[in-house]
């Protein structure tokens, strides 16, 4: 006797059907749309972790005596050119609260980018101690502006069923940051190491510009509501939607508009998570992972 399938064969075909249709909406073009202006916005936070790792192997060179292509930076000079990006970074976070409800998350990131190349190349070309400061200081600034972006971007771009996957992009890119300043600093001196900084700072402003998208939610707030549905078609596709979400984005800016920030802490919905947020950024920093990242190679040695 034949033996039949086991278990339910609609079931089965069900599944199946399920499975072509996840396939096909990750293959879509709306898709394909959404990861790359994910991708555009992520780019930029690879500036961090170059600001991260490049102290970590410049750092000996620019201590080493100016006859062998030094500096001679004392201990205590290093360690505030180490750490003085996170000042420039308060600041750009601050900038980017402001641009980001006046222009826009895309061109916000978009001003930065200069900056990062003016920082990168301010550290390369320095001659003193205080002007690699002033660089770094400035290179923080756009990432302070970047991370501080990136982040509301893709979660606005990103449908719900890739917006999770789409989140990790940034630590990703962080990390990856880090690790081409390792692997550059063992071949390049420290002005070239700065210069290499500058690539995926090119690249972030390229792609920014030219594969990225504008943000509904901006365009509603400047009162552009076809422009807003226009973007909505092109991200989510043209037979999805988008008047459900159109409505949700204007209900938003109307709130924003009459909402003050004070009254808005006193509410449970957004205090909890905010003090949660701000504890658990507390606890990593305290760790002293961000010391390790700015000092592995002087603790390897």
């Given amino acids: 006797m034949v033996e039949l399938p086991k278990g339910n064969t609609n079931e089965n075909v069900q599944e199946k059907e399920q499975d072509k249709e996840r396939d096909f909406r990750y293959l ?19 500036g961090f972790g170059c600001l991260l790792g490049y102290t970590s192997s410049a750092g000996p060179q620019l201590m080493s005596p100016k006859g062998e292509g030094g500096l001679g930076m004392t201990t205590e000079e290093y360690s505030m050119f180490s750490s003085c990006f996170n000042l420039g970074a308060i600041g750009g976070s601050l900038l980017a609260a402001l641009g980001m409800r006046r222009i826009g998350g895309r061109l916000t990131m978009i001003a930065a ?9 301010t550290i390369a070309l320095g001659w003193s101690y205080w002007v690699l400061v002033c660089g770094r200081v400035c290179a923080g600034v756009a990432v302070g502006v970047v991370t501080t972006a990136s982040p509301p971007y893709i979660a606005e771009i990103a449908s719900p069923h890739i917006r999770g996957a789409l989140g990790t992009l940034v630590p990703l890119m962080l990390t990856l940051g880090v690790l081409f300043m390792y692997s550059m600093g063992s071949v390049l001196e ?22 990225s998208t504008k943000l509904p939610s901006t365009l509603v707030s400047q009162g552009k509501l076809q422009e807003a549905q226009d973007v909505l078609r092109y991200l989510r596709g043209e037979d999805h939607g988008v008047m459900g979400e159109m409505k949700e984005l204007e209900m938003l800016q109307k709130a924003r508009e009459k909402m003050r920030v004070m009254e808005a ?14 504890i658990l950024m507390s606890l990593i920093n305290s760790s002293g992972i961000p010391a390790i990242q700015l000092n592995i ?5």
């Fill in 113 to 121: 980018a200069p900056l990062f190349f003016a920082g990168s190349l």
């Fill in 265 to 278: 802490l006193r509410e449970p919905h957004v205090l909890r998570p905010l003090v949660l947020a701000v």
């Fill in 190 to 211: 420290w002005r070239w190491l700065a210069v290499v900084c500058v690539v995926p700072n090119l690249i972030h402003f390229l792609l920014l510009v030219f594969a």
């Fill in 297 to 301: 190679v002087t603790i390897f040695k």
């Fill in 28 to 46: 879509s073009p709306q898709t394909r749309r959404q990861i790359t202006s994910a991708l555009a916005a992520a780019t930029g936070v690879v």
